[in-house]
């Protein structure tokens, strides 16, 4: 084979990739969608993902919120005293920064990394020990006992966690400002109330509750579709990591754009 | 009109044809053996019994329907009246072993609670595993593994049982528990049961018809006895355990 042959096949291969996985993951989507009905008889599952993937989640949501928070308080500071900007108009910078993009968008990327990675583990596991098939078998539809509760916890949990990401990423750049900006809390806090608008919140949580569909998704699908045993699952662990967060971004710029007019 | 039909299925993976053109009929009642070298499709056609694979080509009818033009919930209750038992066993790692027994009663039935523990125990108490409720899988011998397969299988009283290699990787005095324990309990829910085994010990106690499939194909269909008088070189082969003859390993 030429070498341009080889490079044109490649890309070839990864339009069908592409293609393949586009479609399959609507057709998951599809199937989903249809599994809503059955959601009275299966809220004792639902509620086990919404404590598993939502209620864990939270230790490290709070952890990570804390550091973005505080750092972006340093960072705004470092710029304002750069430019000659007030420092009263710091919790106005950080509020905002923090509710639009920092707590949606950090909060959405460190749960696919935990979450998304999970599911696309766990179920990826459950294929290749034809425990995926072991259900199927007895008349149980997977869509509605796997996929149905992991992608309604990923997508009500993910904005229930940004709603304590930007509490507490706020007080973390509250703590940054008192002990190492030197401003009072009262200024930084009349500046953070001073900007903040509710429709901030809101396409927020918007977002957030897209991120949570695109990584419970992304997870379920490379998990259904894992073939090859060991080996398989970690690809498809790694993938489904890799996709979600991309997609998060690509998300995010079309959110900025159709939510957020300049 | 037979249980099952199944019509010139082939089914492909690639370039590689692994059912090519393979016609049976399965009467209520029977209890059949399909028998091959490993990699030949035997477990490959036992998953499109219960639509687990869909065929390239042929059809594959149950109780005169064919499964790949059933909708989601007809399919489903066509499975509900089947059982399958997985050569790994294949139980759901995150519960107990009463939780898998009793999974298909309580999700795909919907039985209460207090009805289920009642059947788990004596599904349980029939495989010699009572009071095993509380283990978890990853607690349990292969073998034990089998026996909750075993369980979980009849829990629902199926019509169709699908054994897919029920002694594959069990010591020889736990795989003729296993043997006798199928052909208790096919005797016991009075079910049509199909299993696919390259132990031909295993095929000679539970099998009343024998099938074998060789390169995609069946090559013999008859009862235990016509095939130890068969003269057909490969089956003999095959029966003998002889290393030399027509079959050879796969690669």
Same mark, same amino acid.
């Given at each position: 084979?030429?070498?341009?042959?080889?490079?044109?096949?490649?890309?070839?291969?990864?339009?069908?990739?592409?293609?393949?996985?586009?479609?399959?993951?609507?057709?998951?989507?599809?199937?989903?969608?249809?599994?809503?009905?059955?959601?009275?008889?299966?809220?004792?599952?639902?509620?086990?993902?919404?404590?598993?993937?939502?209620?864990?989640?939270?230790?490290?949501?709070?952890?990570?919120?804390?550091?973005?928070?505080?750092?972006?308080?340093?960072?705004?500071?470092?710029?304002?005293?750069?430019?000659?900007?007030?420092?009263?108009?710091?919790?106005?910078?950080?509020?905002?920064?923090?509710?639009?993009? #920092?707590?949606?968008?950090?909060? &959405?990327? *460190? =749960?696919?990394?935990?979450? !998304?990675?999970?599911?696309?583990? %766990?179920?990826? @596991?459950?294929?290749?020990?034809?425990?995926?098939?072991?259900?199927?078998?007895?008349?149980?539809?997977?869509?509605?006992?796997?996929?149905?509760?992991?992608?309604?916890?990923?997508?009500?949990?993910?904005?229930?966690?940004?709603?304590?990401?930007?509490?507490?990423?706020?007080?973390?750049?509250?703590?940054?400002?008192?002990?190492?900006?030197?401003?009072?809390?009262?200024?930084?806090?009349?500046?953070?109330?001073?900007?903040?608008?509710?429709?901030?919140? #809101?396409?927020?949580?918007?977002? &957030?509750? *897209? =991120?949570?569909?695109?990584? !419970?998704?992304?997870?379920?699908? %490379?998990?259904? @579709?894992?073939?090859?045993?060991?080996?398989?699952?970690?690809?498809?662990?790694?993938?489904?990591?890799?996709?979600?967060?991309?997609?998060?971004?690509?998300?995010?710029?079309?959110?900025?754009?159709?939510?957020?007019?300049? | 009109?037979?249980?099952?039909?199944?019509?010139?299925?082939?089914?492909?993976?690639?370039?590689?044809?692994?059912?090519?053109?393979?016609?049976?009929?399965?009467?209520?009642?029977?209890?059949?053996?399909?028998?091959?070298?490993?990699?030949?499709?035997?477990?490959?056609?036992?998953?499109?019994?219960?639509?687990?694979?869909?065929?390239?080509?042929?059809?594959?009818?149950?109780?005169?329907?064919?499964?790949?033009?059933?909708?989601?919930?007809?399919?489903?209750?066509?499975?509900?009246?089947?059982?399958?038992?997985?050569?790994?066993?294949?139980?759901?790692?995150?519960?107990?072993?009463?939780?898998?027994?009793?999974?298909?009663?309580?999700?795909?039935?919907?039985?209460?609670?207090?009805?289920?523990?009642?059947?788990?125990?004596?599904?349980?108490?029939?495989?010699?595993?009572?009071?095993?409720?509380?283990?978890?899988?990853?607690?349990?011998?292969?073998?034990?593994?089998?026996?909750?397969?075993?369980?979980?299988?009849?829990?629902?009283?199926?019509?169709?049982?699908?054994?897919?290699?029920?002694?594959?990787?069990?010591?020889?005095?736990?795989?003729?528990?296993?043997?006798?324990?199928?052909?208790?309990?096919?005797?016991?829910?009075?079910?049509?049961?199909?299993?696919?085994?390259?132990?031909?010990?295993?095929?000679?106690?539970?099998?009343?018809?024998?099938?074998?499939?060789?390169?995609?194909?069946?090559?013999?269909?008859?009862?235990?006895?016509?095939?130890?008088?068969?003269?057909?070189?490969?089956?003999?082969?095959?029966?003998?355990?002889?290393?030399?003859?027509?079959?050879?390993?796969?690669?």
């Amino acid at each position: 084979m030429e070498p341009m042959d080889y490079h044109v096949e490649a890309v070839g291969r990864s339009g069908i990739n592409l293609v393949t996985r586009s479609g399959g993951m609507a057709i998951l989507l599809g199937r989903f969608v249809l599994t809503l009905k059955d959601i009275p008889r299966s809220l004792h599952i639902i509620f086990e993902q919404f404590y598993a993937i939502g209620v864990r989640s939270l230790p490290l949501i709070i952890v990570i919120s804390v550091f973005v928070g505080a750092v972006s308080a340093w960072q705004a500071a470092y710029q304002f005293k750069f430019i000659g900007a007030p420092l009263r108009l710091l919790g106005s910078a950080v509020g905002k920064a923090v509710v639009i993009e #920092l707590a949606p968008v950090l909060s &959405a990327l *460190v =749960f696919a990394g935990r979450v !998304g990675a999970g599911i696309a583990a %766990e179920l990826g @596991t459950m294929r290749v020990t034809e425990q995926i098939d072991a259900l199927e078998s007895l008349g149980i539809d997977p869509v509605r006992y796997l996929v149905l509760p992991r992608m309604l916890a990923c997508i009500f949990m993910v904005p229930m966690l940004v709603i304590f990401a930007n509490f507490i990423a706020v007080m973390g750049a509250l703590a940054v400002s008192i002990v190492g900006v030197n401003i009072s809390s009262e200024t930084f806090l009349n500046g953070y109330r001073s900007s903040f608008q509710i429709s901030d919140f #809101l396409n927020g949580m918007i977002k &957030a509750g *897209v =991120f949570g569909l695109l990584i !419970g998704l992304v997870g379920c699908y %490379e998990g259904f @579709t894992t073939t090859g045993g060991a080996e398989g699952v970690g690809r498809a662990t790694t993938v489904s990591v890799v996709i979600a967060s991309v997609l998060i971004l690509i998300f995010n710029f079309f959110f900025a754009v159709l939510l957020f007019r300049i | 009109m037979p249980l099952i039909q199944v019509d010139n299925l082939t089914k492909r993976f690639g370039p590689q044809t692994v059912l090519d053109g393979v016609t049976l009929k399965i009467e209520r009642g029977e209890s059949v053996v399909i028998i091959g070298q490993s990699g030949t499709g035997k477990s490959v056609f036992l998953k499109h019994l219960n639509r687990l694979l869909t065929p390239d080509s042929g059809r594959v009818l149950f109780d005169d329907h064919d499964l790949a033009t059933l909708n989601r919930d007809q399919l489903t209750a066509a499975r509900q009246r089947m059982a399958m038992v997985f050569q790994s066993a294949a139980l759901l790692d995150s519960m107990t072993v009463g939780e898998n027994v009793g999974l298909g009663l309580k999700e795909a039935r919907g039985m209460a609670a207090s009805e289920i523990g009642s059947i788990v125990e004596e599904c349980l108490e029939l495989v010699g595993l009572a009071g095993t409720g509380e283990k978890m899988p990853s607690e349990l011998s292969g073998g034990m593994r089998k026996r909750v397969g075993l369980a979980r299988a009849i829990a629902n009283k199926p019509e169709v049982v699908l054994y897919d290699e029920p002694t594959t990787g069990l010591d020889p005095v736990t795989a003729e528990t296993i043997n006798e324990l199928i052909v208790a309990l096919n005797e016991r829910v009075s079910a049509t049961s199909i299993a696919v085994t390259h132990d031909m010990n295993s095929a000679f106690r539970i099998g009343r018809r024998i099938v074998m499939l060789h390169r995609g194909k069946i090559v013999f269909d008859g009862t235990p006895q016509e095939i130890q008088a068969t003269v057909d070189p490969t089956v003999r082969q095959f029966i003998e355990g002889r290393a030399t003859g027509p079959l050879t390993v796969n690669p």
